[in-house]
Structures are given as C-alpha cells and as structure tokens.
C-alpha cells in the first residue's frame, strides 16, 4: 500500500481530535455522540471519493477485490406492453400470450365441489326447534333416573306382599276346606 497521503494524516488527526473532544465533554448525549460519528464517517468518504477522482480509478473497481472477478449478468429486456419503434427493440418484443383454456378444469373442479347426498332423510326432530324447558328437563333426567329405580323397587316390593297376603289366604282357605271336608265324613 502507499505511503499515507496528507489528506489521511488530516484525518486521522480529526478523529483524535474528536475522540478528545467526546472525552472533555461526557455530558453529551448518546444521540449527539452517534451523530458526530456519523459526520465523521461521511468525511471520510468524501475524502476517499476526493482521492479516486484525482487517481483516476472509478469507485467500483477500487472497493473490489483483485481475485474476486464476478461476471456482470444483464437481464434481457423482455417488452411485453411497450410497442418500440427502433428495429433492435422490435425483435425483444415478446407476442401476445394466449390464455390457457381453463374450461375443463374449472369443470373438473366444479363436479368434485359437488356435495354428496349424506342424509337421504329429513328428522323432523333435528329441525323443529327446542322447546324453551330442553335444558331443565335434561338435567333433571338424571335424577328421574334414580327415582324410577326406586319406583319401580317400591311396585315390586308391594306386588310380592301382595302376593304372600294371597298365598296365606290361599292357604287359609285351601286348610278350611280341609277342616270342612273332614267333618262331613
């Protein structure tokens, strides 16, 4: 690398002295700090910009590096609305794009949108609407539950005294007849 120019040495003093300045002064805020940052850097690009002009190197080929060699890719103009009148633009215009017959597939679409008859039946319960005590009587099912148990326990218990009451008199009557029949012999 070259020796260090004058304008670079100029620079460098400038930065020291700004660091000193930071330094003198630290009740200055972030934002002020990072603003004469900032300032300093856009110097120094000037003065880079000041030092390609005079060498005579454009700034592209000086911020690249010597064995990074890139291959500069231009797209091809491609004119599609824009009618030229120059000959060399004529042949980049491309034709007018036919659009693409759709008609089947939106067929193809609409006959698998088509929904399948799930019910073949209408319940008529499923449709009229609740009555206004469907909740009360829900929760009340599961108590009713219970007490139909216990009712119909209660009927059996009833049935089967019944049932003995009749079997005594039953018996009672069959003993009398008994009784009865053996007097009279």
């Known amino acids: 690398m070259a020796a260090p120019s004058s304008g670079a040495k100029e620079e460098e003093e400038e930065a020291m002295a700004a660091a000193a300045a930071v ?14 940052k900032r300032q300093e850097r856009l110097r120094a690009l000037r003065q880079r910009a000041l030092q390609n002009k005079s060498s005579g190197e454009p700034e592209s080929k000086q911020f690249r590096r010597d064995d ?16 030229p009148e120059d000959e060399e633009l004529k042949k980049r215009k491309v034709p007018p794009a036919k659009p693409a017959s759709v008609e089947d597939v939106v067929k193809e ?4 949108a088509k929904p399948e008859p799930i019910i073949d039946e209408v ?23 219970k007490l139909d148990k216990r009712t ?34």
């Open 152 to 185: 119909q326990r209660a009927i059996a218990e009833l049935i089967r005294e019944r049932l003995k009451g009749q079997e005594e008199e039953l018996a009672s009557a069959v003993g009398s007849a008994k009784q009865d029949g053996s007097d009279s012999d």
């Open 23 to 36: 330094v003198e002064e630290p009740e200055l805020g972030r934002l002020e700090e990072e603003a004469r």
């Open 68 to 83: 990074e060699e890139e291959t500069v890719r231009h797209k091809e103009i491609k004119l599609r609305n824009y009618d």
């Open 109 to 112: 679409q609409l006959e698998a």
């Open 123 to 145: 319940d008529l319960a499923n449709l009229a609407p609740r009555k206004p005590d469907w909740d009360l009587k829900r929760d009340v099912a599961k108590k009713l539950e």
